[in-house]
């Protein structure tokens, strides 16, 4: 493997892992833009901000664990800067607020429905202009936990 040295070769990053069972989720963000837990009854939007740096970044760089829980039916937006960087034609970029309110507007919909609606109020938001940056969307919905 050839090693880079010219300090221009970095990549945001954002793994998780979800405990199905109890909602316990453990999280490395290594300088991705935060992901939105959207919590189901309407409490306040929590953000899983990078707990390192850019892989590639800083030599020799460490990466703490995050936790946060998820609650069944809460929403999980991974996303990358392209979204929330799409322009109108005014220059006005859409943020995440509007991602935010998606979820909020649509609380029973799927993760698959809410990803069609968030990309096309991306779309509506661009009226007809192109993505100026990378453009990636997950979107996670936790169901209820089945008893046995």
């Known amino acids: 493997m050839n090693e880079v040295r010219d300090g ?4 945001t990053l954002f793994v998780g892992s979800l405990n199905p069972a109890n909602g316990d989720m453990r999280y490395v963000n290594a300088g ?3 992901p939105l837990l959207v919590p189901f009854d309407g409490g306040p939007v929590i953000r899983l901000e990078p707990t390192g740096p ?8 460490t990466f703490c664990e995050g936790h946060a829980t998820m609650n069944p039916g809460d929403v999980l ?3 990358t800067d392209g979204v929330v960087e799409a322009e109108n ?7 995440e607020a509007p991602l ?5 507007e649509n609380p029973g919909n799927s993760a698959d429905e809410l990803f069609e609606k968030l ?10 202009g192109g993505f100026k940056d ?15």
């Open 134 to 148: 990378d453009v990636t969307l997950v979107v996670i919905r936790r169901l209820e936990t089945p008893t046995t």
């Open 119 to 128: 990309m096309v109020r991306t779309l509506e938001h661009m009226d007809g």
């Open 89 to 95: 034609i005014r220059g006005k970029e859409l943020g």
């Open 100 to 104: 935010i309110e998606v979820v909020r």
């Open 54 to 61: 850019m892989v590639g970044l800083l030599p020799g760089a």
């Open 32 to 34: 991705h833009n935060p």
């Open 8 to 11: 221009n070769r970095y990549a």
């Open 77 to 79: 937006i991974i996303f």
